[in-house]
């Protein structure tokens, strides 16, 4: 069966330090893979997703940057963080076609101070 | 984009008692999921629905997709099905990227 995994699940950062949350997925291959945020209120917000390794789109311009160095592996990073960068991060796959169900990591909650 | 609009915002229900939850979106979809928020804030899956009907257990849901909205029906509540929902869409001809609604916080009091 399919299982994916990110980490850590909780992470307190100073304003301007660094991030890295990785997230990988097991159980298939070539899978869709894409990183949520989800502030302050309830909504999801789709920041990155990736069809292939080394294919990241962007959906929302800001200072987080994703990577896919592998198949199965997907990392969300940041050189300086912002306040505003706090929130509940989701790691998420898919199968690689239209139309399928997507499933969510644990989550990440991330406190910038 | 494609805009996700649920309802009710909030809603408390007795145990026992049975409820329906609306999500309509404004495009056509040819995805479509409804998922469970847990107090940890896993999101659970519980229905992958574009189109029809679905039933588990307590739970079932009815998309119709040409009028562009889903239902989700949660029957006898149990204070373990406290939480947000999310309706989650995806539009016709795009890949996955899901768009979500703002949820329905739902409160089974004992």
């Known amino acids: 069966s399919q299982t994916i995994h990110q980490w850590p699940a909780t992470l307190v950062q100073p304003v301007g330090s660094p991030l890295s949350l990785e997230c990988t997925v097991e159980g298939t291959s070539n899978p869709n893979l894409y990183w949520y945020r989800q502030a302050a209120g309830r909504g999801l917000q789709l920041l990155f997703y990736?069809?292939?390794?080394?294919?990241i789109s962007s959906e929302v311009p800001q200072n987080l940057s994703a990577s896919r160095p592998q198949d199965r592996q997907f990392i969300l990073s940041s050189k300086k963080l912002l306040l505003s960068d706090s929130g509940f991060y989701l790691c998420a796959w898919s199968y690689y076609s239209s139309g399928n169900t997507i499933y969510f990591g644990e989550g990440s909650w991330l406190t910038v101070v | 984009g494609i805009q996700v609009e649920q309802s009710p915002p909030d809603l408390i229900l007795q145990e026992g008692a049975n409820s329906t939850l609306r999500c309509n979106f404004s495009d056509s979809v040819n995805n479509l999921q409804w998922f469970h928020q847990n107090p940890w804030g896993q999101l659970i899956n519980l229905f992958y629905?574009?189109?029809g009907t679905k039933q588990n257990g307590r739970l079932s849901a009815t998309t119709v997709a040409t009028e562009r909205y889903s239902l989700l029906y949660i029957s006898s509540s149990q204070t373990t099905d406290s939480g947000v929902y999310f309706c989650?869409?995806?539009?016709?001809?795009?890949?996955?990227?899901?768009?979500f609604g703002k949820g329905t916080k739902l409160t089974v009091n004992p």
């Open positions: 629905i574009p189109s």
């Open positions: 989650a869409v995806a539009r016709q001809g795009g890949s996955e990227k899901l768009v």
């Open positions: 990736s069809v292939g390794i080394g294919q």
